[in-house]
């Protein structure tokens, strides 16, 4: 049995998880957490992701936390491989995997049964290099005449996965959202739990927790970064904030424009975020978070354990 708590960025996930797994523990079962934050796998990346202190996880085993360099590129296959490999193991130990986290795919990559397409370094070459040069605009045009669904569900900024879903479809001759994963097979039984917030309320979240990163040293912590190659890592270097905190330290952005760009920004992830998760079947879902900036879930222990009773500990032993 798996538990997925998923949402957007905002809503309270990780103080749910804990909850979670305090609930379970007090049930005389042991849990563990494994992240699906894809800027969370990144070492150095706190303040900016909202990553949890190892103060403040209650005790409670992380996995897939501050994993890689800041020079290393993400790859949801890589993810997929690690992370089902996590809970694996946390099943050996006769223990509960937690999956908590507000990426997407990284998310579906791993509930729902899906193997990754291969990848042909000729084509993706070639791809890149044109990315390079004339930017991702052209590229998700012409994504948008071969895969009009797949390039509604990147956007027209994100060039990575725009120069990957073009590579599949050329390897493959078919659209690229015939490889998403299906959301009506599961990898491994599992109960979905959502955060929601309403959109007003999770705005103003949104934006007190980006001025609360200026304020709480996200420019130190990025400037640490830079001196740790952050600048050349392919997909660290673009996470929204750094990106932006970048800019400012190489002052082309001064720090109200970066603040409100990153703000934009974060909103505009969250929309993406709320629309890939109300696809999930069967996710029960919960209201989320009551502050701005806050990262606590302020679902009851009551309501948990009658979910847990339900889903988790009537299947736990099947």
């Known amino acids: 049995m798996l538990i997925a708590v998923v949402g957007a960025t905002g809503t309270g996930k990780s103080g749910l998880s804990l909850d979670i797994a305090e609930r379970l523990a007090d049930a005389g079962r042991a849990a563990e957490i494994v992240n699906a934050d894809a800027s969370q796998l990144y070492r150095g990346m706190d303040i900016g992701t909202a990553k949890l202190p190892v103060a ?32 694996d193991e946390i099943h050996q130990r006769g223990a509960v995997p937690i999956l908590v986290g507000g990426s997407g795919l990284y998310v579906s990559s791993v509930i729902y049964d ?17 990315l390079l040069e004339a930017g991702p605009g052209t590229l998700a045009r012409r994504l948008t ?37 299906d959301e009506s097979a599961l990898w491994t039984p599992t109960t979905v739990l959502g955060l929601q917030v309403p959109r007003a309320e999770l705005v103003e979240r949104l934006d007190e927790r980006v001025r609360m990163m200026w304020s709480g040293g996200l420019l130190a912590e990025v400037e640490a970064l830079i001196g740790r190659g952050l600048e050349r890592g392919v997909t660290a270097s673009r996470a929204i904030g750094y990106s932006q905190a970048i800019a400012q330290l190489h002052c082309t952005l001064g720090e109200e424009e970066a603040i409100e760009q990153t703000q934009a920004l974060t909103r505009r992830y969250a929309r993406r975020q709320v629309g890939w998760f109300r696809r999930y079947p069967g996710t029960i879902w919960f209201a989320g978070g009551t502050a ?27």
């Open 56 to 87: 403040d996880r209650r005790g409670i085993r992380h996995h897939l936390l501050d994993v890689l360099d800041v020079t290393a590129e993400a790859s949801v296959a890589d993810y997929q491989l690690a992370a089902r490999t996590a809970i």
């Open 114 to 130: 899906f193997q990754f397409p291969g990848t042909d370094p000729v084509i993706r070459a070639r791809l890149e290099a044109e």
């Open 145 to 181: 005449e071969l895969d009009p669904a797949a390039a509604t569900a990147i956007g027209p900024h994100n060039g990575r996965r725009i120069v990957r879903a073009l590579e599949v479809i050329e390897m493959t001759g078919e659209p690229f959202g015939s490889g998403l994963p």
């Open 292 to 318: 701005p900036g806050a990262e606590d879930a302020p679902v009851s222990g009551a309501a948990i354990d009658r979910v847990l009773a339900a889903t988790v500990l009537a299947t736990i032993d099947e």
